[in-house]
Each structure stands twice: as C-alpha cells, then as structure tokens.
C-alpha cells in the first residue's frame, strides 16, 4: 500500500477510536467519502484488506491501526 493510503488509514483509524474508543470496528470503505473519486485507492486498499490479509469486513480500528505501523 503506498505511503499516503497508509497515512489516510492512521488518521481515520486515530479519529475513530479518539471518537468512539479503542473497540470500534471499521471497513475498508471507512478510508474513502461515499462517492468513489478515486477507484485507483480504493481497489488498493479493497486488495490489501480482502486479498493480502484475509480480513473480515469490520475489524477493530486498533488492529488496522497496528498493522500499518508494522508495516504489513
């Protein structure tokens, strides 16, 4: 995933547990508006989320939040 995805997924994953705890689950679509401007990212993080990882559709904020700082 390239560097400015990876910083947009830690600032809404750090605005949605600042908003709603450090249990909040999210989906990849939390990362983009309702209207897809651009589908380039979205397949990009779709492909990461669903392919690379295997993730279910919601998962906890925090944990996306880890793995990005990891580097996966």
């Known amino acids: ?6 910083q947009k997924v830690l600032a809404v994953c750090d605005a949605k ?3 709603k705890g450090d249990g909040v689950g999210l989906s990849f ?3 983009f508006a309702n ?3 651009d589908p380039a990212a979205l397949m990009e993080a779709a492909t ?9 559709h ?3 904020a925090s944990r996306i ?3 990005i700082l990891a580097g996966l």
């Open 17 to 19: 547990i600042a908003q």
């Open 48 to 56: 990461w989320w669903i392919e690379t990882h295997k993730l279910d």
């Open 65 to 67: 939040k880890a793995m």
């Open 35 to 37: 209207k897809n401007h």
């Open 58 to 60: 919601f998962v906890k």
């Open 29 to 31: 679509y939390a990362f």
């Open 1 to 6: 995933m390239r560097a400015a995805l990876r």
